[in-house]
């Protein structure tokens, strides 16, 4: 199975920065779609962001123009870059795997095959 290990939450006042890294285990992780959701307390699982086939990206429209979704192919990683955060960022981050995006809604977390553990990010105001 694939495992993915999440790291590069914190606190961070508002207006700052975060880059969260995702490593995963298997191969071929270029042929994977990879998501990050986030989730606060007492609220849904929510998408932030997905990449998919080499250079292809998705954005919700809460991070759009501030959040960025990377991935080093031959490190088996993918980042999100976290810019102008906002106290309502504060959430668990979770970066997923999907195996076989074909056909499927990539905003949706019952898409994907696997997950992290998280990663806590607290934006203070």
């Known amino acids: 199975q694939v495992q993915l290990v999440e790291s590069g939450g914190g606190l961070v006042q508002a207006g700052g920065s975060l880059r969260l890294s995702c490593v995963a285990s298997?191969?071929?992780?270029?042929?994977?779609?990879m998501g990050w959701f986030r989730q606060a307390p007492g609220k849904d699982r929510e998408f932030v962001a997905a990449s998919w086939s080499g250079d292809r990206t998705y954005y919700a429209d809460s991070v759009k123009g501030r959040f960025g979704i990377s991935r080093d192919n031959a490190e088996n990683t993918v980042y999100l870059q976290m810019n102008s955060l906002k106290p309502e960022d504060t959430a668990v981050y979770y970066c997923?795997?999907?195996?076989?995006?074909?056909?499927?809604?990539?905003?949706?977390?019952?898409?994907?095959?696997?997950w992290g553990q998280g990663t806590q990010v607290t934006v203070s105001s």
């Open positions: 997923a795997a999907l195996v076989r995006p074909y056909g499927i809604t990539l905003d949706d977390p019952s898409s994907y095959n696997y």
């Open positions: 298997g191969r071929p992780f270029s042929s994977y779609a």
